[in-house]
């Protein structure tokens, strides 16, 4: 053992229940004290979801692409009021939406598989779900390569509304980490929610404009429809790669903020059943 | 200066289907001191794990609060962290970061940690292709090699070959030597008795003991036998002969100790005359095992009515500690007439101090010029000395 008897001793204290902003402050300093393991789990993720099988990252492509087709086939018949190919606009809207159906249930599964370890070892739990978020990113990133390619290729040329992807993509990572920590934390309690997220996510992709234009929802709905910042998210997504349109300000500050807060709550929910899941579990 | 405060910790657990909520730890309080090694006994469900989640930080305190000064690790179930797809490299790094060290700690000390492990020739290999000893050894050789200034360990050294166990304990003996402070939970009493300054007994959630480790553990071992079943002896009306009584009688009346003499009564009742009888009592290791026994050897004849057997030991070498005692009356050929298993506890108070399991006796020269070999002996003392 090589410690230097400068190293700082951290104190801790285990004690029940404390206040949120507690929570929050520890939280931060515990993620940040335990950053290798989040790399470290990301990359797990990612080796193990390409090892073993032949494709290897491909992938990572071709899940989308097989919603693209598949929903190429069905919806053919809409009329999207754009230049670009019916497939290439589904493309856009599957890269960014498979990463949060993705995140999502990998993470809550993710969650019921590291039951063991959980039970064995601390480490701030958040990292878990997280960790399933992360390599979904990269997955998202991969895909969304050969989405600039196929867009260039179907002759939409790159511009500088490209950059505007980048807060569009920051804010849903916040906003499907929210979610993530909030199915895991829920599924503790409620063991029904695990079954049922295959269903959820379906109703979910439906509610956002990834297979259809929202052109079409009725108007009366419209008003709604917006609301949701997964709509607005995809759709601006969207527009910036396949129309060079900045996305609008507004838009992003009222999902930015709905996703700070949605992580704020179920980042404390989740930290208050993190016990619940040795305890209980 | 206290490492681990324990401040009168509850723990509680609601069961489903059960009214009664139910308190896994109960008041608990103690202290650990910066470099003690301290030793946590008790039966099962008597509050272990749920101490070990607590200090590990695994779970929270219903009441009370756990105070840490300085960095701990658990060495709970080494290796639950590893991914079975995961090359044994892999795994270091993964399991290293779960267990709070950073990736450049993890790199500086790989070299090391795969020494340490022994699976050198498979470390590019997946874990699940691992036999469960390797998985071990690879987990145990990751946490020891932690920076940290707390050790938590529990069960840990029932894992392993004969000579990994060994490195274990020269590794945790190293670390409590260079000022670690241990903390070790186990079944196996003797190497809490080999490691650890002091120890605690947990029963039913609230310490009942803390002390010096081998009272601890004659008291735990008291309180098991106490526990165990009476193995039952049905009807004795219809033997022949039966063993009424047993005392142990130490050196001028007092207790049995260690290299003192022990006289041993054994009080039978005969209901008719018997040829070829023998008597034996057995000790016990505290693992259920026979440590020895004493014999009447040869076939006695006995007349009807009550009569007595006297076994002298002109010098006890059992160890310190509690042994359950069988009976055994028998004929020579081997049929058993009375057959008394655990029916009597011996207490053996420390004697002559003695290290190991038993008390050898010897006796002990040193001699200034050894006949022969001319060997240069410091000693200018020529007398005769007998070591204890």
């Given at each position: 053992m090589t410690l230097p008897l400068t190293a700082p001793r951290p104190r801790t204290v285990i004690r029940p229940l404390r206040s949120p902003l507690d929570v929050l402050v520890e939280g931060a300093r515990a993620l940040l004290r335990y950053r290798s393991l989040v790399r470290a789990m990301t990359l797990t993720r990612l080796k193990v979801r390409y090892r073993?099988?032949?494709l290897g990252w491909l992938w990572a492509v071709l899940q989308p692409l097989a919603l693209v087709v598949l929903y190429g086939a069905i919806?053919?018949?809409?009329?999207?009021?754009?230049?670009?190919?019916y497939a290439l606009f589904v493309f856009a809207g599957v890269v960014p939406w498979a990463f949060c159906a993705t995140s999502i249930s990998t993470a809550t599964s993710g969650m019921l598989a590291h039951q063991h370890l959980i039970k064995q070892v601390y480490f701030p739990r958040e990292i878990i779900p997280l960790s399933f978020v992360a390599a979904s990113l990269f997955d998202l990133l991969f895909a969304m390569g050969v989405l600039l390619a196929a867009a260039s290729y179907a002759g939409s040329t790159p511009s500088w509304a490209l950059l505007g992807t980048l807060p569009i993509l920051a804010i849903l990572v916040l906003l499907v980490a929210a979610i993530c920590l909030l199915i895991s934390a829920l599924q503790i309690g409620i063991r029904d929610i695990s079954v049922a997220l295959p269903l959820v996510l379906q109703v979910l992709m439906f509610t956002a404009p990834v297979v259809y234009?929202?052109?079409?929802?009725p108007a009366w709905l419209q008003e709604f429809y917006w609301l949701n910042p997964l709509a607005l998210l995809i759709e601006a997504f969207r527009s910036a790669v396949l129309d060079a349109a900045t996305p609008r300000v507004g838009d992003l500050v009222y999902c930015a903020g709905l996703a700070l807060v949605a992580l704020t709550v179920s980042y404390l929910l989740f930290k208050r059943t993190e016990t619940a899941f040795v305890d209980e579990a | 200066m206290s490492d681990i405060v324990v401040d009168r910790i509850s723990k509680r657990y609601r069961i489903p289907r059960l009214r009664e909520p139910f308190w896994a730890l109960r008041g608990v309080s103690f202290e650990v001191g910066r470099g003690e090694a301290l030793g946590v006994v008790g039966a099962n469900g008597s509050g272990k794990t749920t101490l070990i989640r607590l200090l590990c930080g695994i779970t929270t305190p219903t009441e009370g609060e756990v105070r840490l000064d300085g960095r701990l690790s658990g060495l709970v179930d080494v290796g639950a962290g590893f991914h079975p797809d995961l090359t044994g490299r892999e795994n270091i790094f993964l399991n290293g970061a779960i267990l709070g060290m950073s990736y450049r700690e993890i790199e500086r000390k790989i070299g090391s940690i795969v020494e340490f492990s022994g699976i050198g020739p498979f470390l590019h290999l997946p874990v699940k292709k691992y036999s469960s000893g390797m998985y071990v050894r690879l987990g145990f050789a990751i946490s020891v090699h932690l920076d940290t200034d707390i050790l938590l360990l529990d069960e840990v050294l029932a894992v392993g070959d004969i000579e990994f166990q060994a490195r274990c304990f020269d590794r945790i003996g190293q670390l409590r030597d260079s000022g670690k402070t241990i903390v070790l939970v186990s079944h196996d009493l003797a190497a809490i008795e080999r490691l650890c300054d002091r120890a605690l007994l947990l029963a039913h959630g609230e310490v009942t003991r803390n002390g010096d480790p081998r009272a601890i553990i004659e008291a735990y071992q008291e309180e098991s036998y106490r526990a165990l079943p009476d193995p039952g002896r049905g009807s004795t009306a219809q033997r022949p002969i039966v063993a009424a009584r047993l005392t142990f009688e130490g050196h001028d009346g007092g207790p049995a100790r260690t290299g003192d003499p022990l006289t041993c009564r054994l009080a039978y009742e005969a209901s008719r005359a018997l040829g070829d009888v023998v008597f034996t009592v057995s000790f016990n290791w505290p693992s259920g095992y026979l440590c020895t026994e004493i014999s009447s050897g040869a076939g006695a004849n006995l007349e009807a009515g009550p009569g007595e057997v006297e076994f002298t030991i002109p010098l006890l070498v059992m160890q310190r500690g509690f042994y359950s005692v069988d009976v055994a009356i028998s004929r020579g050929g081997g049929e058993r007439l009375d057959w008394r298993p655990r029916c009597s506890l011996l207490r053996v108070d420390p004697g002559r101090i003695i290290a190991g399991d038993f008390y050898q006796d010897h006796r002990c020269q040193i001699r200034p010029h050894p006949t022969g070999a001319g060997a240069k002996v410091q000693h200018s003392d020529s007398s005769v000395t007998r070591c204890n």
């Open positions: 073993q099988s032949l919806f053919s018949h809409l009329a999207t009021s754009r230049p670009t190919p234009p929202a052109t079409i929802v | -």
